[in-house]
């Protein structure tokens, strides 16, 4: 099976990434049964290697791109898996931060459709499922030493969650993924404490008290807690990044320079190292640590392209991703002209709550466009809400198109201009790919 093949082979499936209804914290039509005869079928590559995995509202993919840092950094050979991708499928699977091969990606989808065709598998799997049992399989085949595992959807009926992490990570729990009713909050965290494992050790980035029973509930061995066991002493912004104090159950990191934006970058460094130490169960060469973030890259989360005019590409989806972004943009940066947003959201935002998170102002451009998702939201809807606040906003559907509209107008105005690009992660992978094209990346 070539690539162009096997990415058919994975469209003819249910996506439940684009199409699952979420509410209330759960998301519907989820289940582990598929998922655990899929990978018994395979052999259950999942249990070959030891396993640290990531689940949370925020911060997520950034905190497993850290960790695999941070293990290649010890030279062990370190599998990724995360979700989405931004420009090409391949991404989601890495083996110490370089994406599979398509071609290599192509022969584990294509044993997987194989064994699809010879009923091996009593109920069709989804999309998500085999992309996740590809990457189970090929950290096998490849005989990583760790795989570093995001969760897709909160995490209980995740189709990651038949692997065992030895550690388990929370970033955070925030307002997505639910209705926003009642409860909410401990119902999102029930869900998210599903991928820990009675007797492993869980690095808890949430800092709510009262959430705390439901995680303990699960039955780790060990719990650390951020701002009590780890955290952030001390984040000073610097040129290009942060320079920051990093204190965890065994030691005190001074200076680590964070080639990164944002001071929730910061946070989710912490739990970073701390999931690090838990791995390995005593504390990191500050070596180590300097040389596995010096080149720490973080694709579409405040990715700054260009200086003057300002171009940003940041993944914020929800509210509290808004609200980071927001304050980075205000801490770190000094945009003293026009500020012109392309913003492309999905359904399940609340587009006021967001225009207000990212602090949406008049006297800003919004050019609204599409992301190509079934559950996008028409750039004429995003257009309207922008319009009613008076302030000035466009549309343009085609997300490359509005990308290219906006650098544009930034370039004949000034120096001083800001273009962000924002609202999805599906909006800001077709925005680096028009970006390569405007000769804006690499």
């Known amino acids: 099976m070539d690539f162009d093949k096997a990415q058919a082979f994975l469209d003819d499936h249910i996506n439940l990434e684009k199409t699952a209804a979420i509410s209330a914290g759960h998301a519907e039509g989820l289940s582990l049964e598929r998922m655990r005869r899929v990978v018994e079928v395979l052999g259950d590559p999942q249990r070959d290697y030891p396993v640290i995995h990531l689940t949370g509202t925020n911060g997520k993919g950034s905190t497993a791109r850290m960790i695999s840092a941070l293990m290649a950094a010890h030279q062990l050979s370190v599998g990724t898996y995360t979700s989405p991708h931004l420009e090409h499928v391949s991404e989601r699977i890495a083996r110490n931060g370089e994406p599979i091969a398509p071609d290599e990606l192509a022969a584990v989808l294509g044993e997987l459709a194989s064994l699809e065709d010879q009923a091996f598998f009593p109920e069709r799997p989804s999309y998500f499922e085999l992309l996740t049992a590809a990457a189970f399989a090929w950290f096998s085949q490849v005989a990583v030493d760790v795989g570093v595992v995001e969760v897709g959807l909160l995490g209980r009926w995740d189709a990651t969650n038949v692997a065992d992490g030895q550690v ?61 066991d780890f955290g952030v002493v001390t984040d000073r912004i610097a ?131 599409t992301p190509p998702s079934p559950r996008a939201v028409p750039a004429a809807q995003v257009a309207s809400a922008v319009a009613a606040r008076g302030i000035a906003a466009h549309v343009v559907s085609d997300v490359g198109a509005a990308v290219g509209a906006a650098w544009q107008a930034a370039q004949a105005e000034g120096e001083g201009d800001l273009v962000m690009v924002t609202g999805s992660l599906y909006t800001v992978g077709s925005a680096r790919t028009a970006c390569r094209g405007l000769g804006l990346l690499g």
């Not at 065994?250 to 838990?278: M, S």
């Not at 304050?327 to 587009?351: C, H, Q």
């Not at 006021?352 to 602090?359: G, H």
Request: overall charge negative; glycine content about 8%.
């Open 168 to 228: 388990a990570v929370t970033t955070n729990v925030g307002r997505d993924h639910t209705d926003g009713a009642h409860d909410w909050r401990r119902r999102v965290a029930e869900e998210k404490a599903g991928i820990v494992k009675p007797g492993s050790h869980l690095v808890l980035g949430e800092t709510d008290r009262a959430l705390r029973p439901v995680f303990e509930a699960e039955g780790p061995a060990d719990v650390w807690l951020r701002d009590r």
């Open 239 to 369: 040129v290009g990044g942060h320079v920051v104090d990093l204190r965890t159950p065994h030691a005190v990191l001074e200076e680590v320079f964070l080639p990164v934006h944002g001071a929730h970058q910061v946070d989710n460094a912490a739990c970073a190292v701390a999931a690090v130490e838990a791995f390995f169960g005593r504390a990191l060469s500050p070596e180590v640590v300097a040389e596995a973030f010096s080149d720490l890259r973080l694709p579409g989360r405040f990715e700054v392209l260009h200086r003057a005019p300002l171009l940003v590409l940041d993944g914020a989806h929800n509210p509290d991703g808004a609200r980071a972004a927001a304050i980075t943009l205000a801490d770190e940066f000094d945009v003293a002209g026009t500020r012109r947003w392309v913003l492309g959201v999905l359904v399940g935002r609340d587009l006021d709550d967001m225009l207000d998170a990212f602090e949406v102002r008049p006297g800003d451009v919004v050019i609204a466009c």
